[in-house]
């Protein structure tokens, strides 16, 4: 039962090294949009340059403005918080979210960061993980709470993203999916050993 522990630990060290493999790259996406951009400018002019002959006055008035409105909506729609929408098409919870402008409860602010949580969950993922390490070395015999913080740490690295989120998943993450997820495996196989050993000594 001693070299199984080992092994748990060793496993577990193991998974702190995969966090020097190559995780995200986050051009990919971004070069693609300047492309197209370039592409769209292009043919814009293109058609500007072939409809010469159509009146610019007529393009330059309720076009542009129907355009600038569109654009400050979304500019709002951008700056505004979870919170703020629910309260906003919810009035009866406006008293509990946003009861006034700018002046958030408890319960908004918990609502408006839970979008950013992918991004900080590779910070939540060791985190965890070197909780879970350190259970290992003051109490073996609690496997359960291990196998618990396991499962969480490997779940937050499952659902983790860049704060851009503009990235393209690599080879390294998957490596440290697999890793974590046969440490997890492996735990929760030593957990079920504990409890025969224990079914068969208290028999």
Known sequence: MNKIFKYSKLLHWFTFLCLLLPF????CKEEKETIQQTEI???ISNIETIDSSVDSSKLS?????????????RKDDK???????????????RLILVSKKDTFSGLAMLIDTGKYVTAFSIFLYVLLSILGLIVKYIDRNAIKPIVIIETLSLLCLIISRPISYNCEILWGFWIAVVLVSISTIFDIYVFTKVLENKSKGFA
């Open 79 to 93: 700056e505004e918080m979870p919170s703020q929408i629910i309260s906003r098409e919810y009035p009866f919870l």
């Open 41 to 43: 400018d292009s043919t």
């Open 61 to 73: 008035n309720e076009p542009k403005e129907t355009i600038d409105k569109t654009d400050n909506s």
């Open 24 to 27: 995200f790259y986050t051009g």
